[in-house]
């Protein structure tokens, strides 16, 4: 398609006003949208540019720690690297880098624990885990309500669960 504006080169830039419901629509070339928009052109191309670091604070990390330099044990990939490219390196980065993707991560997702499909392989351990989670917050609304012999029942389970995970070397 080419620019709306001079008619010449390859339109790149699609722009969609919305104002007071009047939506116009234009599709221009980098230099007839920088003619037209001006400085605010350079603010899209900057957030553009930017986003992944905006997203995960990249800024704000580097400066805040630039003596840490923590590296995945299993991957090598470094936090800074995985902000620049938006792609976490493997299942371990999850956790040696637990304290800054938390945050971005329930960010985007509203919750930081994963809720899919389990590899077949982990199937008994990541099951075994979350019903042993399950079991301790019901074990301590059951405290909370002084329901002690409920709470009772809860915890032999519990314990139960676990003699059972360490026999199998689930845990």
């Known amino acids: 398609m080419l620019c709306q504006k001079c008619n010449k080169n390859i339109a790149n830039v699609y722009l969609k006003n919305n104002i007071n419901g009047n939506v116009t629509e234009s599709y221009l070339c980098s230099s007839c949208a920088n ?8 603010v ?4 553009n540019n930017d ?11 580097s400066q805040a720690l630039p003596a ?10 470094t ?14 980065c999850y956790s040696t880098f637990r304290n800054e993707l938390e945050p971005n991560v329930m960010r985007i997702h509203g919750r930081a624990n994963h ?16 019903k042993i989670e399950e079991l301790n917050v019901k074990l301590k609304k059951m405290i909370e309500d002084q329901n ?3 709470a009772a029942v809860i915890r032999d389970e519990i ?3 676990n003699q059972q995970n360490q026999q199998e070397g689930v845990i």
Do not use: D, H, W
């Open 51 to 61: 986003f992944i670091s905006n997203m995960f604070n990249l800024n704000k990390v």
């Open 148 to 150: 002690f012999e409920e």
């Open 115 to 130: 809720t899919g499909k389990i590899p077949k392989n982990l199937t008994l351990k990541i099951s075994g885990k979350r």
């Open 79 to 92: 936090f800074s690297q995985i902000a620049q490219s938006g792609k976490v390196g493997c299942g371990e």
């Open 159 to 161: 314990n139960k669960l």
């Open 68 to 77: 840490v330099r923590n590296v995945c044990p299993l991957c090598g990939s």
């Open 35 to 42: 003619e037209v928009y001006g400085q605010n052109m350079k």
């Open 44 to 47: 899209f191309e900057n957030f």
